[in-house]
């Protein structure tokens, strides 16, 4: 089935730096690639999709210029975190629709200290 | 407002039992995706359902989306403490394209 790998799974950083997730398509190609945010016992709220080529669009309330995202290729979406504080510090999650539904990354538990 | 209110937020229940979470709306939905998460994963699919009235079972799951494509429901049969975890309910309508909209999501705790 189709296979969406994230990386890295967790993630300690200092405030003020700025870290990187990875999303690839395994096994398919992803002209959209949809990033939520999701806080302990809650459910995913999402923060924007990824378009491969062009910009990608962002839900209201979702900073742009903080959370960075690039979708360079058609099995490649990054979210970069810019200037992190510790109220970033969440669960993050990647999701592509393949032939048969979406299927989600693994996730990325990002602390920052 | 939420468009996909799913109810309850947390239940906690003894192995053997029975139990329903429900999924409404009062937006009609082209397709609902019902999920399984565990804590530090992402969310698993269980299920898809597309057509008003369609039920699906999978093992002790039982899925039903409403006539009218507002609603549905996942009912787990003699639960197990291996069924503990957030089960989510996603749908997505006529309108929001590609977008996939989350219920609140249901806790759910089996307990030996």
């Known amino acids: 089935g189709a296979v969406v790998s994230q990386h890295p799974s967790w993630v300690i950083c200092k405030s003020g730096t700025s870290v990187k997730i990875e999303c690839r398509s395994l096994?398919?190609?992803?002209?959209?690639m949809f990033w939520y945010r999701q806080f302990p016992k809650q459910s995913l709220m999402l923060m924007a999709t990824s378009n491969e080529g062009s910009k990608a669009t962002y839900e209201q309330g979702v900073e742009k210029d903080k959370f960075l995202i690039n979708h360079a290729s058609l099995t490649l979406s990054t979210l970069t975190v810019t200037s992190a504080h510790p109220e970033d510090s969440s669960f993050y999650i990647c999701?592509?629709?393949?032939?048969?539904?979406?299927?989600f990354g693994s996730g990325t538990r990002l602390t920052v200290v | 407002t939420q468009l996909l209110e799913q109810s309850p937020q947390f239940l906690s229940i003894q192995e053997g039992e029975n139990l329903t979470v429900y999924c409404n709306s009062s937006?009609?939905?082209?397709?609902l995706q019902w999920y399984r998460q565990e804590p530090g994963e992402g969310p698993v699919l269980l299920v898809t359902v597309v057509t008003g009235g369609e039920v699906k079972k999978l093992k002790r799951l039982t899925f039903q989306f409403g006539d009218a494509r507002k609603d549905s429901s996942l009912h787990i049969t003699a639960a197990q403490p291996g069924d503990t975890g957030l089960y989510l309910c996603a749908g997505e309508t006529e309108t929001s394209g590609s977008r996939l909209t989350f219920g609140e999501g249901t806790q759910l705790t089996v307990n030996p």
């Open positions: 096994d398919f190609q992803a002209t959209t």
């Open positions: 937006s009609v939905f082209s397709s």
């Open positions: 999701s592509a629709r393949a032939l048969l539904g979406y299927t």
